[in-house]
């Protein structure tokens, strides 16, 4: 199955609380994902804080830092109280800054669509917010 690598996430360095909540979340149906749901539902359950744990020990990758960083786009400060002010995550909430933008964009679009639900806030969140602010969203947190 190919799979674009821009559409997947980092989950080197990422929170443990949250990649505990998202492989728990895939191996009940909670979230589906072609990939990751198959792998969640053949874990056991008592496997899946070693294994969560061993990813967020990892380092972030390093990436290059743009020349220049743009001003905040709109709507940007509700994400700030979970994902911390600088979005590098805290325990409720995924490290965003560096993510892919593609990643971002198609994980705010689910959310805003209820396509994505595992996660109480979020279509809320994203439905108060048009395409173009999520967009500039998605580019600016992929830039940090």
């Known amino acids: 199955m190919p799979?674009?690598?821009?559409?997947?996430?980092?989950?080197?360095?990422?929170?443990?609380?949250?990649?505990?909540k998202q492989m728990r979340n895939y191996r009940n149906g909670e979230r589906d994902n072609p990939i990751m749901s198959p792998?969640?539902?053949?874990?056991?359950?008592?496997?899946?804080?070693?294994?969560?744990?061993y990813f967020a020990a990892k380092s972030w990758p390093a990436q290059s830092a743009p020349a220049s960083a743009?001003?905040?786009?709109?709507?940007?400060?509700q994400c700030q109280p979970c994902h911390q002010?600088?979005?590098?995550?805290?325990?409720q909430a995924p490290r965003l800054a560096g993510l892919s933008y593609?990643?971002?964009?198609?994980s705010m679009r689910s959310f805003a669509?209820?396509?994505?639900?595992?996660?109480g806030d979020m279509p809320m969140f994203m439905r108060m917010l048009t395409d173009a602010e999520r967009d500039?969203?998605?580019r600016y947190l992929s830039d940090l």
Do not use: M
């Open 102 to 106: 593609e990643y971002l964009v198609a």
């Open 3 to 20: 799979t674009d690598p821009k559409t997947v996430p980092i989950i080197w360095g990422q929170e443990r609380s949250y990649l505990f």
């Open 136 to 138: 500039a969203i998605a």
């Open 85 to 91: 002010p600088n979005f590098q995550g805290g325990p």
């Open 70 to 77: 743009p001003p905040p786009p709109k709507g940007i400060a």
């Open 39 to 53: 792998i969640a539902k053949s874990l056991a359950e008592e496997d899946l804080r070693p294994i969560t744990s």
């Open 113 to 119: 669509a209820s396509e994505r639900i595992n996660n």
